[in-house]
T-cell receptor, first 115, second 109 residues
Framework: ETGVTQTPRHLVMGMTNKKSLKCEQH?????MYWYKQSAKKPLELMFV???????ENNSVPSRFSPECPNSSHLFLHLHTLQPEDSALYLC??????????????FGAGSRLTVL | DAKTTQPTSMDCAEGRAANLPCNHS???????VYWYRQIHSQGPQYIIH?????ETNEMASLIITEDRKSSTLILPHATLRDTAVYYC??????????WGAGTKLIIKP
């Protein structure tokens, strides 16, 4: 496999469930990202990991819990979600340079529906 | 913070060149301009980026004005598969790309 792979592609869960989204990148990149895309809204950055260390947390509610066990894998653990959390969750990776461009490669996304 | 302005939507005939404009009048000297596109319900796809000079790759060309306040993405021979939302983004913070609403490009047969 190449690129960025996200599983599952579709997930339906109740508000009391616990589930996880998985992301894997095969590009040798050193940074990984979680984005949220709600209907008719721009992409919102949720979390950034650089060399497995979390470097950004954009005021995301604690019901979303990221985990980055190594530079190739990223998880988003979901617990006690609300219907308004229904969205497309996108994982991305990049090779961050000290200066210069930062080009993201995205996965296909996980479509989450919270009932 | 640098911000971009794009038209909400555009049409282009199949086989013609699609020219998508973007204004970024507050861009700072070391900020790159990036273009991505998103086909319905898929993850965004990187197209091209540039700093000062015009750039070309197998997908598109990027023309940046000399004052860097605006740019144009050119798809030289648009096909129906180029129908997508196109995002022009200026990198603001170290890991942040601020995504706007983009331009919905519709390629018509």
């Amino acid at each position: 496999e190449t690129g960025v792979t996200q599983t599952p592609r579709h997930l339906v869960m109740g508000m009391t469930n616990k589930k996880s989204l998985k992301c894997e990148q095969h590009l040798g990149h050193n940074a990984m990202y979680w984005y949220k895309q709600s209907a008719k809204k721009p992409l919102e950055l949720m979390f950034v990991y650089n060399f497995k260390e979390q470097t950004e947390n954009n005021s995301v509610p604690s019901r979303f819990s990221p985990e980055c066990p190594n530079s190739s894998h990223l998880f988003l653990h979901l617990h006690t979600l609300q219907p308004e959390d229904s969205a497309l969750y996108l994982c991305a990776s990049s090779q961050v340079a000290l200066s210069g461009a930062n080009v993201l490669t995205f996965g296909a996304g996980s479509r989450l529906t919270v009932l | 913070d640098a911000k971009t302005t794009q038209p909400t939507s555009m049409d282009c005939a199949e086989g013609r060149a699609a020219n998508l404009p973007c204004n970024h009048s507050t861009i700072s000297g070391n900020e790159y301009v990036y273009w991505y596109r998103q086909i319905h319900s898929q993850g965004p796809q990187y197209i091209i980026h540039g700093l000062k000079n015009n750039e070309t790759n197998e997908m598109a060309s990027l023309i940046i004005t000399e004052d860097r306040k605006s740019s144009t993405l050119i798809l030289p021979h648009a096909t129906l598969r180029d129908t997508a939302v196109y995002y022009c983004i200026v990198r603001v913070l170290s890991y942040q790309l601020i995504w706007g609403a983009g331009t919905k490009l519709i390629i018509k047969p």
